[in-house]
T-cell receptor
Framework: DAMVIQNPRYQVTQFGKPVTLSCSQT?????MYWYQQKSSQAPKLLFH???????NEADTPDNFQSRRPNTSFCFLDIRSPGLGDAAMYLC????????????FGPGTRLTVL | GENVEQHPSTLSVQEGDSAVIKCTYS??????FPWYKQELGKRPQLIID?????GEKKDQRIAVTLNKTAKHFSLHITETQPEDSAVYFC????????????FGSGTRLSIRP
C-alpha cells in the first residue's frame, strides 16, 4: 500500500556522471515536489510540478533538472554531480486541491565518489 | 517570503516528562502549520497540523497551539516515551493551489530513560 515510492533507495555515482532518481505515486495527486536534505538540516525544496506546470526555486542550481511525463511519475536528473550534491533526495506529493498536506517518499540517498 | 524559526535545536527530556518545541513565522498570510517527525534515516512523517481558524488541536499525547497575533505556534508532547526520540520540523504555508511549505530548522528530541 505504498503511496509515494522512490527508486533506487541508495544510489552511488561518480563525480560528474549524470544520475537520475525516480519517484512514483499512487495517490493521483496533482503536485509533486523534490527536496534535498543534508545531514541535520531541514528538507530544501528544489522544485515542484503542479500537473505539468514546472516551478523552479530561485536558488536551485542549473545542474538539477526534473521531468514529469505523467501524473504518477517524476524524475530528478543531476547532470554533473559534485561532492556537494551528496544528500538524501526526498519526493513528496500533495493533492493541491485545497489540502496542503504533503506526503513524503522514503528518499534516495545519493553518494558521490 | 515566509521565514520560520524553530527553537530549541536540541532538547533532552526525562521519559514521562513533557516536551515543548516552539516556532515563529513571519508571513501573516500563512494559514497552515504542519509538524513532521523524522526518525534517523527515514522520511518525514506528518504527526499533526493546525489551520489558522483554530487555536489548539490535540491528538492523544500530542497537541499544537497557534497564536496568530504573535505568529507563534508550538508542539507539546506529554508523557514522553523513548519512541518519541526523533527530529521534529515545524512548517508554515500559505493556502494555494500548489502550496509550498517552509520548514523550520528542526529540533532533535532525545528522551532519557
Amino acid at each position: 500500500d505504498a503511496m509515494v515510492i522512490q527508486n533506487p533507495r541508495y544510489q552511488v555515482t561518480q563525480f560528474g556522471k549524470p544520475v537520475t532518481l525516480s519517484c512514483s505515486q499512487t495517490l493521483n495527486h496533482n503536485v509533486m515536489y523534490w527536496y534535498q536534505q543534508k545531514s541535520s538540516q531541514a528538507p530544501k525544496l528544489l522544485f515542484h510540478y503542479y500537473d505539468k506546470d514546472f516551478n523552479n526555486e530561485a536558488d536551485t542550481p542549473d545542474n538539477f533538472q526534473s521531468r514529469r511525463p505523467n501524473t504518477s511519475f517524476c524524475f530528478l536528473d543531476i547532470r554533473s554531480p559534485g561532492l556537494g550534491d551528496a544528500a538524501m533526495y526526498l519526493c513528496a506529493t500533495s493533492s493541491g486541491g485545497g489540502t496542503d498536506t504533503q506526503y513524503f517518499g522514503p528518499g534516495t540517498r545519493l553518494t558521490v565518489l | 517570503g515566509e521565514n520560520v524559526e524553530q527553537h530549541p535545536s536540541t532538547l533532552s527530556v526525562q521519559e514521562g516528562d513533557s516536551a515543548v518545541i516552539k516556532c515563529t513565522y513571519s508571513d501573516s498570510a500563512s494559514n497552515y502549520f504542519p509538524w513532521y517527525k523524522q526518525e534517523l534515516g527515514k522520511r518525514p512523517q506528518l504527526i499533526i497540523d493546525i489551520r489558522s481558524n483554530v487555536g489548539e488541536k490535540k491528538d492523544q499525547r500530542i497537541a499544537v497551539t497557534l497564536n496568530k497575533t504573535a505568529k507563534h505556534f508550538s508542539l507539546h508532547i506529554t508523557e514522553t516515551q523513548p519512541e518519541d526520540s526523533a527530529v521534529y520540523f515545524c512548517a508554515a504555508s500559505i493556502h494555494s493551489s500548489a502550496s509550498k511549505i517552509i520548514f523550520g530548522s528542526g529540533t532533535r528530541l532525545s528522551i532519557r530513560p
